[in-house]
Nanobody
Framework: QLQACGGGLVQAGGSLRLSCAAS????????MGWFRQAPGKEREFVAA????????YYADSVKGRFTISRDNAKNTVYLQMNSLKSGDTAVYYC?????????????????WGQGTQVTVSS
């Protein structure tokens, strides 16, 4: 089970940190990802981190502004979002799957959090 939090309303140029807490004892075996979905649009990939925490991957639209990280001791994955833009406004979802690689497609993930709203005002 995944529980995402940390969303909110922020002005353009501001920052937010999203958290996603996972239940269970095998969190370290899961690759994690963040996706987002804006109204009327498909869910899109944002960032992913491998189970070993050694590899990360970002969508071009957030590269250099967002950072994904994880703390396996706390069963939590984070998404630090800086220099936010109005185009980042969306519901953000965390996702998990077993594996040692990186995945960027929603259908490749087995477990999903409930989503947290991020609204960036211009």
């Amino acid at each position: 089970q995944l529980q995402a939090c940390g969303g909110g309303l922020v002005q353009a140029g501001g920052s937010l940190r999203l958290s996603c807490a996972a239940s269970g004892r095998t969190f370290s075996t899961y690759a994690m990802g963040w996706f987002r979905q804006a109204p009327g649009k498909e869910r899109e990939f944002v960032a992913a981190i491998s189970s070993s925490w050694t590899t990360t991957y970002y969508a071009d639209s957030v590269k250099g502004r967002f950072t994904i990280s994880r703390d396996n001791a706390k069963n939590t994955v984070y998404l630090q979002m800086n220099s936010l833009k109005s185009g980042d406004t969306a519901v953000y979802y965390c996702a998990a799957r077993v594996g040692v690689g990186l995945w960027t497609m929603p259908h490749e993930y087995d477990y999903w959090g409930q989503g947290t709203q991020v609204t960036v005002s211009s």
